[in-house]
């Protein structure tokens, strides 16, 4: 997820709401239950937040991590369940692709509820503020070209196979040798392009920004600040690049096709092994949904 204010609170949000999973059971609670927070201090490294803007965010982060504990957590328990039941067994590329579709169904599901935050603070933010979080963005761009960019081809290669064979283990535990080669057969066949990525990373960042100075500088009513925001997340979902939503869609198609390749050569061993890493987040997923939210004070 790209660093873009209009998606600032979203990417803050889902990464310690759903990304805490790779840990153990007290991680994922610890960073579930003070979710609030952590995304509170992200976001304020990015915005440098007002007296008066703090208290108004802060409200808006915990309404929306009790709307997620309450609502989300049910769907994606149930996502998980539908996954363990297929992890034992062979798949393909379109059943994996159906999950993912689930995942992105409950990200957009998400984003409604981002909106109206959105809405609220932007036009509280100052052309100071805009320009921190440029500072940011270019940052972050910086970090990102390191881990995608710089080096040459074979160097970058190897990182994403690195990268790829980590989070295989994950679930599956120590990979052999055939299936490092089909992880690196993957990344070869895929059309990933780091560059193309990279564009459309700058001319998101860009539209988040234009978008923001224009509700700031017009001065908009609510109405049309609701309207600005919608069509933004609407072009960050659909894109207006019909060449860039091909290739996403071709990229999404070669993840799910690669991703059924390796499963298929687990053995009755490693399936058990990520059955059993389901099972943990289905257990950590129910007591979330059971307990209270931890009072905060800042």
């Known amino acids: 997820m790209n ?8 990417k803050a949000v889902l990464f310690m709401l759903l990304l805490t999973l790779g840990g153990c059971s007290s991680v994922v609670r610890i960073g579930y239950n003070h979710a609030q927070e952590l995304a509170y201090y992200w976001l304020d490294s990015h915005v440098g937040f007002t007296a008066e803007q703090k208290s108004v965010i802060q409200a808006e982060l915990a309404a929306l991590h009790e709307w997620h504990r ?3 957590i049910p769907l994606y328990l149930r996502i998980l369940r539908d996954a363990r039941e297929k992890v034992l067994h062979d798949t393909n590329g379109k059943e994996v692709c159906s999950l ?10 998400f984003n409604l509820q981002v909106e109206p935050i959105v809405e609220k603070l932007a036009p509280t933010l100052s052309h100071e503020q805009l320009a921190r979080m440029e500072r940011r963005f270019e940052r972050d ?15 970058r290669d190897r990182r994403r196979l690195k990268l790829a064979v980590k989070r295989a283990e994950r679930y599956y535990g120590s990979l052999t040798a055939a299936q490092r080669d089909i992880l690196e057969e993957n990344q070869r066949i895929s ?6 990525s990279y564009e459309e990373r700058l001319r998101s960042q860009s539209d988040a920004v234009a978008t923001l100075r224009k509700i700031i500088d017009l001065r908009l009513t609510p109405a049309d600040i609701k309207i600005e925001v919608a069509a933004y997340f609407d072009r960050l979902h659909n894109g207006d690049d019909l060449a860039y939503q091909n290739y996403i869609d071709r990229l999404t198609i070669d993840l799910c096709d690669g991703i059924a390749r390796l499963h298929n050569s687990t053995s009755p061993q490693q399936r058990q092994h990520a059955a059993a890493r389901i099972d943990r987040h289905i257990r950590d997923l129910e007591a979330l949904r059971r307990e209270t939210r931890v009072s905060y004070t800042p």
């Open 3 to 10: 660093g873009k204010m209009p998606i600032l609170i979203r």
């Open 70 to 72: 309450t609502n989300e």
């Open 100 to 109: 993912v579709e689930d995942v992105r169904e409950r990200m957009r599901t």
């Open 141 to 155: 761009n910086r970090e990102w070209r390191k881990d995608w960019l710089e080096g040459s081809q074979e160097e």
């Open 191 to 196: 059309i990933f392009n780091a560059d193309t």
